[in-house]
């Protein structure tokens, strides 16, 4: 039976209860998780007065593996574990030489690799090796439908909630870039006002810059009721203001809903908790707009929406298109969705 990837809570787990591997390849596109974990163990594994001489972090742009290896090979100084940390490892170009640490690697030596933007290729001897004695963690990219989740998570572990439509707004501005969510969430976090324990849209529009009443979600929410009078609001919004609009960013929230919306009609039950658990949503709530949305597009008309999106897409991209603005391109494509 394969061995079971290993999650970032299992990761976390395991750091938490003290129950330390001697390796640690960290790898993947998300570099949110690998922060965490790497800065998890910087902070917890050795006191203060053991990090002056057992704690080492460098970057892969200023090492080659033969440095890692040596600085892993030394024993800790009045400590029970070193800690040796390599940052933005994917610049080290040497890195199968890892190898040779691999087949003896010292107990005493909590060895960190940091390796961002891709994943190294899992069928290298060395790394099958370090996946049985130590832990290699693959960091994905969070998918769109669990951000919400991940925001209503972040807020609750600093003693904070968050109003649904606040979440929403947040998970449909900023996108899947954990590292710049969790800044504008630390930003919320310091202008919460004093005793305050529950995050509001108003408070979204005032300090983050999301207008409650003119963003994508809004947008979306009215193309699925099919009111016509409020998406052209909200385009004409846009088009005034299309610095903090891009175009990119609406298509791509678009197609994602109608491509998951395309996929419900393929849902063995059609309810709440059928198409939540088809799409693999962490909340139930979140299938509310689907269900809405089938009472009034048909699964022809979804494909051809898609294919519009796409269209849409590559013009915005001057593919095929010289001359109609960005502002132009999304109200044709709104009408098209609605009619």
């Not at 940052?87 to 961002?116: G, W």
């Not at 969430?185 to 509001?200: A, E, N, S, Y």
């Not at 009215?222 to 609406?250: C, G, H, S, W």
């Amino acid at each position: 039976m394969a061995k079971q990837e290993l999650t970032f809570d299992d990761v976390m787990t395991s750091l938490q209860a003290n129950q330390y591997a001697p390796i640690y390849l960290l790898m993947g596109e998300e570099g949110y998780f690998i922060d965490e974990i790497a800065n998890y163990i910087i902070d917890h594994v050795l006191t203060n007065d053991e990090k002056e001489f057992n704690l080492t972090i460098a970057y892969g742009a200023d090492v080659d593996m033969a440095t890692v290896i040596n600085a892993a090979k030394r024993y800790p100084m009045m400590a029970e574990y070193q800690v040796v940390v390599v940052k933005e490892a994917q610049n080290i170009k040497n890195m199968d030489e890892l190898a040779f640490y691999i087949q003896k690697p010292l107990k005493s030596t909590i060895l960190v690799i940091c390796h961002k933007h891709g994943n190294i290729d899992r069928r290298k001897k060395w790394v099958a090796e370090v996946a049985k004695l130590g832990v290699v963690f693959e960091s994905k990219k969070l998918k769109e439908q669990h951000l919400p989740a991940f925001i209503n998570n972040y807020m609750k572990q600093k003693g904070l909630e968050m109003d649904a439509k606040a979440t929403q707004m947040m998970a449909d501005f900023v996108g899947n870039d954990l590292g710049r969510m969790t800044g504008e969430l630390d930003k919320l976090i310091i202008t919460q006002p004093k005793g305050q324990k529950r995050v509001t849209p108003e408070q979204i529009e005032r300090n983050i810059g999301i207008s409650k009443d003119y963003n994508v979600f809004e947008l979306r929410n009215a193309i699925i009721v099919k009111d016509v009078m409020k998406a052209n609001r909200i385009i004409k919004y846009f088009a005034e203001n299309p610095k903090t609009n891009p175009i990119q960013l609406t298509l791509a929230l678009l197609f994602s809903f109608f491509s998951n919306l395309f996929m419900s009609y393929y849902a063995p039950e059609k309810s709440e908790a059928g198409v939540a658990a088809f799409l693999g949503l962490k909340s139930s709530w979140a299938a509310k707009d689907y269900l809405a949305a089938m009472q009034n597009y048909s699964g022809i008309k979804v494909m051809q929406i898609l294919h519009e999106i796409r269209m849409a897409d590559a013009r915005s991209k001057g593919i095929d298109n010289n001359s109609v603005e960005d502002a132009d391109l999304l109200r044709e494509l709104v009408f098209t969705i609605l009619h």
